[in-house]
């Protein structure tokens, strides 16, 4: 069995400080995804990253997926009240198989305070 | 396109009553999956299929029965109830076969078993 495990659980910042969530596991990933959820709803993608060691930035965000494929980290500079949020890693298998089966990691409830 | 939709929204059933949570897309997506959400756990996926007609075991099936008759719908069953099933399942889906794929999630179905 993979597993993803997320740190930290929790985290409260102040408007305009940076945070950084981590997505570690012991197996490694053709793929890892991070998503956000808002309270109520279903989880959205944000980004996909495939090849070890890529960084991809998304407006504030940045998304590093590790040399090994077997972690990865969602950093945030200058976070808004807009990103609070739980945010998940979700990592895909090998196997084509699987369907595209996602393991997911526990989540990181992020709170941004104005 | 009204994506991923779920019903209900919200269920409360008495241990041993059986229900089944729909799961509709409009987006001709070859694979569809069930997750449950418990706090802190991350999802974990219950079952999943890669087309009409063929279905597969997730993480965690026991108690849970699927079937995928159309593209369109894929309805998750509870047999029996019971409040370890409490919980909040959503149902996602996906174009199928490439690597890295995006799940569209729905906004989830919250089950509470007494």
């Known amino acids: 069995t993979q597993l993803l495990e997320q740190s930290p659980q929790f985290l409260s910042i102040q408007e305009g400080e940076n945070l950084t969530v981590y997505c570690n596991s012991s197996?490694?990933?053709?793929?890892l995804q991070w998503y956000r959820q808002e309270p109520g709803e279903g989880p959205v993608l944000l980004v996909t990253v495939v090849t070890g060691g890529e960084v991809k930035k998304l407006k504030r965000l940045t998304f590093q997926f590790g040399d090994a494929r077997k972690d990865s980290s969602l950093h945030i500079t200058a976070a808004q009240p807009g990103d609070t949020g739980l945010y998940l890693c979700a990592g895909e298998g090998f196997l084509q198989a699987a369907g595209n089966k996602l393991t997911f990691g526990g989540g990181t409830r992020v709170l941004v305070k104005p | 396109n009204a994506g991923v939709t779920q019903t209900p929204k919200f269920q409360v059933l008495k241990t041993g009553q059986s229900m089944t949570l729909q799961c509709a897309q409009d987006?001709?997506?070859?694979?569809m999956s069930w997750y449950r959400q418990d706090p802190g756990m991350g999802l974990r996926l219950i079952h999943y299929?890669?087309?009409?007609?063929?279905?597969d075991q997730g993480e965690v099936p026991n108690g849970y029965n699927v079937s995928r008759s159309t593209t369109e719908d894929f309805p998750l069953r509870l047999l029996s109830a019971a409040p370890s099933q409490t919980s909040v399942y959503f149902c996602a889906s996906s174009r199928g076969g490439d690597l890295a794929d995006t799940q569209y999630f729905g906004p989830g179905t919250r089950l509470t078993v007494l």
């Open positions: 987006m001709n997506h070859e694979y």
């Open positions: 299929s890669v087309g009409a007609g063929i279905t």
């Open positions: 197996s490694v990933f053709s793929s």
